[in-house]
């Protein structure tokens, strides 16, 4: 299919927010996830300090993928929102509620369990909607002359459920990796000894997910016929994976969170390639759902060359000068 070279732009554009997105607040949503599952109150504080300079700087990133969506695919907008207005409350108000967490843990030293509890389930709510909307675009929305048609609870499938939960060990994963490159002693070796049985778990699901894609939609599958680079994404996961194992066999503690960064940059081309052109499956195509030509541009001078690459500046910058061990920061 034909399409204009700012909607090509914008898509790959969004598709980047939204891998940044997953990938640094995934790290920090699945160490929130997994300072819920240790009683050791100095183990819990390292994890907290292991991501609180970057927490609020990654969810900069959903605010740019949720305008860059808006402004440049507001038809999506218009079919998604509603379709989506229950889980996406609820993972505002789990969003709001773990970072009001971070702050008072510190200072209400009696009522911290009780704020440790909520940036544990702001963390896994937060976690788990993110997934079921992803698995929940998967399927399909029903979708009549570009109006969602669907009820409050359309989203709510047991694929749905399914993907809720997978992204859920996914950011584990994240966060089981930043915590062994990130923290010594034996926050390290807690998160050491995990890793090996999230990255299994990752994996299974990653299995099931993808034979229940190709089996409930043919034109995926037929998809992954016509285009044999598809086919390689597989075996790169698998591969990045045998790395992550190999890296924590040997304790190199650099190594676990960039592999299991490219294992999720796999799985998020993958799951784009195999719908393209859709966005979504397989109701809208991009080019329809594409703002008219004049915003796009507009866009793409104001938004595109000036705030976006500035941002990701700052962002990259904030990292650098946080790297290395904590106890070492």
């Not at 807690?190 to 990752?202: C, E, T």
């Not at 397989?282 to 329809?288: K, P, Y």
Request: glycine share 10%.
């Amino acid at each position: 299919m034909d399409m204009s070279w700012l909607v090509v732009f914008w898509t790959y554009a969004i598709a980047l927010f939204v891998m940044i997105y997953v990938l640094l607040d995934g790290f920090d949503l699945g160490v929130g996830i997994l300072s819920g599952l240790t009683r050791d109150g100095r183990m819990r504080d390292e994890m907290v300090g292991a991501i609180l300079p970057f927490w609020d700087g990654n969810e900069v990133w959903l605010v740019i993928a949720g305008a860059g969506l808006y402004s440049a695919f507001p038809l999506v907008y218009a079919i998604v929102l509603p379709a989506f207005y229950l889980p996406i409350t609820l993972m505002l108000i789990a969003l709001m509620f773990r970072g009001v967490a971070f702050d008072f843990r510190h200072r209400a030293a009696k009522m911290r369990p009780l704020w440790d509890g909520g940036l544990w389930l702001g963390s896994l709510v937060a976690a788990f909607v993110q997934g079921a909307l992803v698995g929940r675009m998967v399927q399909g929305l029903p979708v009549l002359d570009g109006r969602f048609v669907g009820g409050s609870f359309t989203w709510l499938t047991p694929f749905a459920v399914f993907c809720g939960l997978g992204l859920v060990i996914g950011y584990m994963l994240l966060g089981a990796a930043w915590l062994v490159m990130k923290t010594d002693g034996d926050t390290r070796e807690w998160a050491y000894a995990r890793l090996g049985r999230i990255l299994a778990a990752v994996l299974l699901i990653l299995a099931a997910a993808s034979v229940y894609i190709l089996a409930e939609h043919p034109r995926v599958l037929e998809r992954w016929r016509i285009d044999t680079w598809l086919a390689a994404v597989p075996l790169l996961v698998i591969l990045a994976a045998w790395y992550l194992y190999l890296a924590l066999r040997r304790r190199q503690d650099r190594r676990p969170y960039p592999m299991a960064v490219i294992i999720f940059a796999l799985s998020f081309l993958g799951l784009i390639g195999s719908f393209w052109p859709y966005i979504i499956p397989f109701s809208l195509t991009l080019q329809a759902a594409a703002a008219p030509e004049q915003s796009l541009g507009f866009l793409f001078y104001g938004a595109g060359v000036v705030l976006f690459p500035l941002v990701l500046v700052c962002t990259a910058w904030a990292y650098w000068v946080r790297r290395g061990k904590i106890s070492g920061t």
